[in-house]
């Protein structure tokens, strides 16, 4: 799997646009899934995804 | 001038032997490292296609099942379960398979008992006058036992080994990637190596021994502890069947630490020569006396 790099402050913004807001556009939401597919690749903690959720809905 | 073919040398046939298993055992591992790899990519595009998911947990509560598959297979790939073989040459007993070789060979079912290892030391060592201090026992077997752990070679693939590097490493670290291949790569484990171990452990013991009061210990009869030492932890790990020592010739010429060839005693007056090749010897040049299981 390409290696998707993105800050943790960006896939934070990522999730809002794919999931809270649904505003991505069609490749936005490609390369976005492809990120969070790639953290679970990378065997990121259900934890470090939580923060990003959790983040995601308490920021505007 | 003809030049005519020379007949290989018994060290030769031997180290071209060991080129030929090395060899075969590259091309496994090889062979092995493809699979995994296409296990594994296999497993990544897979959760790259994953297209549907709705949140996070979701996602995550997919792909951990199918991380857990994909590792199940590496597992099962790398360590399988072996099914048992009976050998036609014993009982039909149970036998494992040998990391060095891959072959099916005949082992002794009993696990291996450090006690057992530290009676034999016991026994083995009890016919020689001990120094002051007594023999070291407890470190020369905790020399066997680091011996046995680093890779016995008769048993099979240590499957706990893989799934716990497989459960606490990341796959594409670097680390993970030479700690899978150092479990992968069979230990060849040769005697010489055992008993240069066994030698050192030996000469830093004796350096504790306290003298007899005949004087100084002298350094070959630490050299003999280190060579009946090396042949006991040998015994124990391959068991009785492995160390048939070769039929006595006479008190020159002893059998050598692998067993394969006699070398002249430390003091038959040709210590400077102990490696010297005595395998078209048909009589020992100091005593005459013919080599057993060959006519003169």
Redesign the interface.
Same mark, same amino acid.
């Given at each position: 799997m390409t290696p998707l790099r993105l800050t943790r402050e960006a896939t934070v913004r990522a999730y809002q646009l794919l999931v809270k807001e649904g505003t991505a556009t069609p490749a936005e939401r490609e390369h976005f899934i492809q990120v969070f597919n790639a953290l679970i690749v990378a065997r990121w903690s259900m934890a470090g995804l939580r923060w990003i959720k959790d983040q995601a809905w308490r920021r505007a | 001038m003809t030049l005519t073919q020379r007949t290989p040398t018994t060290e030769e046939e031997r180290l071209a032997q060991d080129v030929q298993r090395n060899a075969e055992i590259a091309r496994r591992a090889m062979s092995l490292t493809q699979q995994v790899d296409n296990i594994w990519t296999n497993? %990544?595009?897979d959760? @790259?296609g #994953?297209?549907n998911w709705?949140? #996070? %947990?979701e #996602? =995550?509560a997919i @792909?951990v099942p199918r991380?857990q598959q994909a590792l199940a297979s590496i597992v099962t790939l790398l360590a399988p379960t072996p099914p048992p073989l009976s050998c036609s040459s014993c009982t039909g007993g149970p036998v494992s398979y040998c990391r060095a070789c891959f072959e099916g060979r005949r082992t002794t079912p009993t696990p291996l008992r450090r006690e057992d290892l530290v009676k034999a030391l016991i026994d083995r060592l009890g016919t020689m006058t001990p120094p002051l201090g007594g023999w070291p026992i407890k470190e020369l077997a905790d020399v066997g036992m680091a011996w046995a752990a680093h890779g016995h070679p008769m048993t099979q693939p240590d499957r706990e080994g893989l799934e716990k590097i497989l459960r606490f490493d990341?796959y =594409?670290d670097k680390q993970f990637a030479e700690q899978l291949l150092a479990w992968a790569t069979p230990t060849p484990l040769r005697k010489e190596a055992l008993e240069s171990i066994v030698g050192q452990a030996i000469g830093e013991a004796s350096l504790q021994w306290i003298p007899r009061p005949a004087g100084v210990f002298d350094a070959s009869e630490a050299s003999k502890v280190a060579q009946r030492t090396t042949e006991t932890i040998w015994a124990w790990l391959h068991g009785p069947q492995e160390a048939t020592p070769l039929p006595v010739w006479c008190r020159h010429l002893l059998a050598s630490s692998n067993n394969s060839e006699y070398v002249f005693e430390d003091h038959s007056g040709f210590e400077n020569c102990r490696l010297v090749r005595t395998t078209e010897w048909n009589s020992c040049p100091i005593c005459a006396a013919p080599r057993p299981g060959r006519t003169p």
């Open positions: - | 497993y %990544e595009s959760i @790259a #994953l297209r709705k949140t #996070l %947990e #996602l =995550h @792909a991380r990341q =594409h």
